[in-house]
């Protein structure tokens, strides 16, 4: 059967009210695409199979939309809590970083890899990721390698939804994120995880940072070693040290040097169709570059990219392989380097 079979009989079967057969072709859909690599599919698929099951095993549910569509209240306050579940295609051969990094990570993902072999020798499975470093350097790049590389989905957490004035709210709202992610095997993303340890910012009450701070401790001793956090943060100094103790792996992200920014730019350049005009000006531009973040190079290019193609269309050129101006990519890296000043 193709993809097409699967799709009419899952539509049959749902107008039948059928949901034996229904569900057959569902998880024969899911197998289907599994086989066939379509990888991404299956575990949304998965992830709507998971909901509805959760969904028929407890009452209370309250109609909301139109019909047929039902949603626990928890649910409907779990959306806000979420920015996004998201499954992600990058590998390692999108990310560029320090050799120690990428090791520490590939060590990461083959401990999760190898996790029923682990379990054997009753071994524990590193689950909680600090991410650390200036902006722009691969934190968040990184929570999408792992979670490529693994195929589980990933919730990115809202944290300003999270964080709240009223007494003792943080903790809730972190505990329902933190059941949602073992519900469902997946992994927690929290960017600005040292946001957590400003709530004293939003509470008069000295008190609730310690809350919230005994809450995470918590949540982190009992998360299960199928799921998975992922923090992030630009101010590791902010964290409380009882919180960064029970991080698994603490890994810090750098700003590139220049070997590192040379496989930058082949990374994106890589589909061979475009140039620089004057290669022999890279190690001086490489040069330029040095002090700014992965981000903002990659931005840089870019940007001389689409106006090297305006200026080659306004010139009427249809070269095959785009021809980057790398006068036009030197006042970029500078006009990047102005910006970042005045905003410093």
């Not at 549910?61 to 949603?71: A, D, E, L, Q, Y």
């Not at 009223?166 to 519900?183: D, H, M, P, Q, V």
């Not at 960017?191 to 008190?207: C, M, P």
């Given at each position: 059967?193709?993809?097409?079979?699967?799709?009419?009989?899952?539509?049959?079967?749902?107008?039948?009210?059928?949901?034996?057969?229904?569900?057959?072709?569902l998880?024969e859909?899911?197998?289907?695409?599994?086989?066939?690599k379509?990888?991404?599919?299956?575990?949304?698929?998965?992830?709507?199979?998971?909901?509805?099951?959760?969904?028929?095993?407890?009452?209370?549910?309250?109609?909301?939309?139109?019909?047929?569509?039902?949603?626990?209240?928890?649910?409907?306050e779990?959306?806000?809590?979420?920015?996004?579940?998201?499954?992600?295609?990058?590998?390692?051969?999108?990310?560029v970083?320090?050799?120690?990094?990428?090791?520490?990570?590939?060590?990461?993902?083959?401990?999760?890899?190898?996790?029923?072999?682990?379990?054997?020798?009753d071994?524990?499975?590193?689950n909680?990721?600090?991410?650390?470093?200036?902006?722009g350097c691969?934190?968040?790049?990184?929570?999408?390698?792992?979670?490529?590389?693994?195929?589980?989905?990933?919730?990115?957490?809202?944290?300003?939804?999270?964080?709240?004035?009223?007494?003792?709210?943080?903790?809730?709202n972190?505990?329902?994120?933190?059941?949602?992610?073992?519900?469902?095997?997946?992994?927690?993303?929290i960017?600005?995880?040292?946001?957590?340890?400003?709530?004293?910012?939003?509470?008069?009450d000295?008190?609730?940072?310690?809350?919230?701070?005994?809450?995470?401790?918590?949540?982190?001793?009992?998360?299960?070693?199928?799921?998975?956090?992922?923090?992030?943060?630009?101010?590791?100094?902010?964290i409380?040290?009882?919180?960064?103790?029970?991080?698994?792996?603490n890994?810090?992200?750098?700003?590139?040097?220049?070997?590192?920014?040379?496989?930058?730019i082949?990374?994106?350049?890589?589909?061979?169709?475009?140039q620089?005009?004057?290669?022999e000006?890279?190690?001086e531009?490489?040069?330029?570059?040095?002090?700014?973040?992965?981000?903002?190079?990659?931005?840089?290019?870019?940007?001389?990219?689409?106006?090297?193609?305006?200026?080659?269309r306004?010139?009427?050129?249809?070269?095959?392989?785009?021809?980057?101006?790398?006068?036009?990519?030197?006042?970029?890296?500078?006009?990047?380097?102005?910006?970042?000043?005045?905003?410093?």
């Amino acid at each position: 059967m193709v993809q097409f079979d699967f799709i009419k009989d899952i539509a049959k079967y749902g107008l039948e009210n059928d949901q034996e057969k229904l569900l057959a072709a569902l998880n024969e859909l899911i197998e289907h695409s599994k086989s066939t690599k379509k990888v991404n599919l299956a575990i949304q698929l998965q992830s709507i199979l998971k909901d509805a099951i959760r969904q028929q095993q407890h009452p209370g549910m309250v109609k909301v939309g139109s019909p047929g569509h039902f949603h626990r209240l928890e649910d409907r306050e779990m959306d806000e809590l979420i920015l996004e579940k998201i499954t992600s295609e990058y590998t390692f051969d999108n990310f560029v970083g320090e050799d120690d990094v990428k090791s520490e990570l590939k060590y990461f993902i083959k401990e999760h890899a190898s996790a029923e072999l682990l379990r054997q020798f009753d071994l524990p499975i590193a689950n909680k990721v600090l991410l650390h470093g200036p902006s722009g350097c691969g934190k968040t790049l990184a929570s999408y390698v792992i979670a490529g590389e693994l195929k589980k989905m990933m919730i990115v957490v809202n944290l300003g939804a999270i964080v709240s004035s009223k007494l003792g709210e943080t903790s809730k709202n972190l505990a329902k994120i933190f059941r949602r992610a073992a519900a469902e095997d997946c992994i927690i993303f929290i960017d600005e995880f040292d946001s957590l340890g400003k709530v004293r910012d939003y509470s008069q009450d000295h008190g609730e940072m310690k809350r919230v701070v005994n809450t995470i401790l918590q949540l982190f001793d009992y998360l299960p070693q199928t799921s998975m956090l992922i923090a992030a943060t630009n101010q590791v100094e902010m964290i409380d040290t009882a919180l960064l103790r029970r991080f698994d792996l603490n890994l810090k992200f750098n700003k590139p040097d220049p070997e590192q920014i040379a496989d930058l730019i082949k990374l994106t350049l890589k589909n061979g169709k475009y140039q620089f005009d004057h290669l022999e000006k890279l190690p001086e531009l490489i040069g330029q570059c040095y002090g700014l973040s992965y981000y903002s190079i990659q931005k840089t290019i870019i940007n001389a990219i689409k106006r090297s193609l305006f200026e080659s269309r306004d010139q009427q050129t249809h070269a095959i392989v785009l021809a980057i101006n790398t006068a036009l990519w030197s006042d970029m890296i500078a006009a990047e380097k102005r910006s970042l000043d005045q905003k410093n």
